[in-house]
């Protein structure tokens, strides 16, 4: 059927549109000679075109020029579920050329040979209506990889090692999650990658969920069961079949479960750098000239990063298509923030400008939605000033903290005698001069790439803690003090995945090389791992009650190397919510121990960590839940207590409400 040039203009969305009688199609290509789209029965198995390598488009099929670089075109009777390729005849050459914008992907035939779907944005029937996102303050992050998480049978036993993880594995966890007390996950990047397995780095197809991450339709009957509970359990209507075979309808899906039980959604985006191997059908062969400069790439620079290849910030189809890349997942998707990685690629290449495009165009859309820069230039502030001073993000990833903590473990690692370096601790502990709000910071003590098992410095908490033995009472007492400072600090703490029942192994994205998160752990005859969850649940639902421990008021009033004890005072300002933070790394428990207090009176013991070492620990050193403050300065306050502090331990007081 011929394509229909009369309904389509520069105001229509870039890719395909579907509508009542078709679709309308557009996409960009500036230097090409002819650009042509072929949809649905046309590129049906028994008459597939793509497999000729002389077959070209007929006159009909042909789109056209709009006048600013882009073609369109309508087709009617082309539909949701559509598969459909361009054909793009250039200078320099000629093929076919998956949509850059494309909604989804076929898995047969599968990635790279893969057609777009026409896919309608308003099919899924959202069931989160009454969702509301925290507070950005109010964030517990926790970071996970779709492939590698979790990945189960109908019976509920582990298959990873068989096959990946799709979005409705993970949506099996979100029990586990809301448990556990998180109130955001962030997937490492979910858009179509090149490679058989990936971090997510590496993505190709930024408008594509990952077709590994999808479950086939013939797969579905348990997982659709599954989902179906979980829906009724919240009073919500079921899913039917046909509806959760769309392979974005599944992550719709995830980000819906996650919405009821509680749980915020933010994808990491790549916008520094695209690729990393590209196959001719994607965008870095999309309208290419006649030579292979690399000068000549219609998205890209001459310039790599990361085995990829950074994009044109200057063009502003380039900028365009990353900002509405951006704006779609908050449209269409529903997600609740982003983490942008390496901004400073971004900026340092000709992207300031873009940067700042990107954010306000972000805010626009969704204004609360949290927007976290990785970023490691030296003003690291200007991500979170607002334009044109900054960058507009809302917030940064954050290393002072993290580097002081782990260093610290390393150190303790050494023995009793060991030096420690609290000073560093202290410092990191402080909201930097240059940050307006203590949350501006996402603190974090593992994340993606300090636990990678192919990078050669990666380590987990527990190994840090202790290499010679990971469960011993050294490794799991100095994790606990790490963690709970973490999440004593001022910013917005973060997880990495399986951190919260002490994984010690490092991590890979090839399920295929044992590096996999031992959730066997949790139901093993040892108790070590379940505590240790139970420890970080407690953790969570502590911060989450302490509004002291989300503010900005932080000030380290004892660091002390030889006693090896640094306390933390926590405070909102003109509010009697007081908590102080108490760490020992001594290996000898300490009693009577005096400590300044920002008040007389009685304190509640609110957190006491040796009371989950072989929980419930029948002897934990501690203080009967309450101390008693009298007025004797100390430490820069106006009250001082004695206490016992458990050894490798600690313990949180908050300023009891009766006095």
Not at 214 to 229: C, E, H, I, K, T
Not at 420 to 428: E, H, I, Q, S, T
Not at 564 to 582: C, F, K, M, S, T
Request: proline content about 6%; some cysteine.
């Amino acid at each position: 059927m011929a394509v229909d040039l009369s309904r389509v203009n520069t105001a229509v969305a870039m890719g395909a549109t579907a509508c009542s009688d078709g679709t309308i199609f557009r996409t960009w290509a500036p230097n090409a000679i002819k650009v042509s789209v072929v949809a649905g029965s046309a590129l049906s198995a028994t008459s597939n075109p793509t497999s000729n390598p002389s077959w070209r488009p007929a006159p009909e099929d042909g789109l056209a020029r709009l006048g600013d670089g882009s073609w369109g075109g309508f087709l009617p009777g082309i539909g949701d579920g559509d598969p459909y390729l361009f054909f793009i005849e250039g200078a320099g050459s000629s093929g076919w050329k998956r949509d850059p914008h494309a909604r989804e992907l076929t898995l047969s035939p599968a990635f790279p040979n893969s057609y777009g779907v026409v896919r309608d944005p308003s099919d899924y029937p959202w069931h989160d209506q009454a969702w509301q996102p925290p507070k950005f303050g109010d964030l517990i992050i926790y970071q996970l990889h779709v492939g590698t998480y979790w990945a189960q049978d109908q019976t509920g036993r582990d298959v990873r090692a068989m096959r990946e993880g799709t979005f409705l594995d993970v949506a099996e966890k979100l029990d586990h999650l809301q448990h556990l007390g998180v109130n955001a996950i962030q997937l490492l990047p979910i858009q179509e990658f090149e490679t058989a397995f990936s971090m997510g780095y590496n993505g190709v197809d930024y408008f594509s969920p990952e077709g590994a991450y999808f479950v086939s339709p013939d797969q579905l009957g348990w997982r659709l069961a599954s989902v179906n509970r979980m829906l009724e359990r919240f009073g919500k209507q079921p899913l039917p079949a046909q509806q959760l075979a769309q392979g974005v309808s599944q992550l719709k899906c995830l980000i819906d479960l996650c919405h009821l039980h509680g749980i915020a959604v933010i994808f990491d985006l790549v916008y520094n750098h695209a690729g990393g191997g590209f196959d001719d059908r994607s965008i870095w062969f999309y309208d290419r000239q006649p030579t292979d400069n690399l000068n000549n790439s219609l998205y890209f620079t001459d310039q790599g990063w990361a085995g990829g290849q950074i994009f044109a910030y200057w063009n502003e189809f380039v900028s365009r298509f990353l900002i509405d890349n951006a704006c779609f997942f908050l449209r269409e998707f529903r997600i609740d923030g982003i983490r942008y990685d390496e901004v400073r690629v971004i900026e340092n290449n000709g992207g300031r400008a873009f940067c700042q495009q990107l954010t306000g165009a972000v805010r626009a859309t969704t204004p609360a939605a949290i927007q976290i820069a990785e970023y490691w230039n030296t003003d690291r502030a200007s991500a979170v000033r607002l334009p044109p001073q900054g960058l507009g993000f809302d917030a940064e990833l954050g290393d002072g903290l993290r580097d002081a903590l782990r260093d610290l473990l390393k150190q303790a690692s050494a023995g009793a005698s060991a030096a420690l370096d609290l000073a560093a601790v202290a410092g990191a502990l402080a909201v930097p001069a240059a940050m307006p709000e203590g949350w501006r910071l996402v603190q974090c003590l593992e994340n993606q790439d300090l636990t990678y098992a192919p990078h050669s410095d990666a380590a987990r908490v527990a190994w840090l803690a202790d290499t010679a033995d990971r469960r011993s009472w050294y490794a799991r007492s100095r994790s606990r003090v790490a963690t709970g400072l973490l999440f004593a600090a001022p910013g917005i703490p973060a997880l990495f995945m399986g951190q919260e029942f002490l994984e010690d192994k490092n991590w890979s994205d090839n399920r295929g090389v044992g590096d996999l998160i031992w959730w066997q752990g949790l139901d093993d005859a040892s108790p070590v791992m379940r505590d240790f969850m139970r420890f970080v649940a407690d953790l969570t639902r502590l911060r989450r009650s302490q509004p002291a421990l989300r503010g900005s008021g932080a000030r380290v009033s004892r660091a002390e190397n030889f006693e090896r004890v640094v306390a933390l005072h926590r405070w909102i300002e003109g509010q009697p919510l007081d908590v102080v933070v108490i760490a020992n790394l001594a290996e000898q428990p300490k009693q009577g121990y005096a400590i300044g207090l920002p008040s007389a009176g009685d304190w509640l013991e609110v957190l006491n960590s040796d009371i989950y070492d072989n929980f419930p620990n029948p002897a934990p050193v501690g203080n009967d839940g309450r101390v008693r403050a009298v007025s004797e300065p100390l430490d820069g306050f106006p009250a001082r207590a004695e206490i016992a502090i458990p050894a490798n331990g600690l313990i949180v007081l908050a300023l009891s409400k009766g006095g």
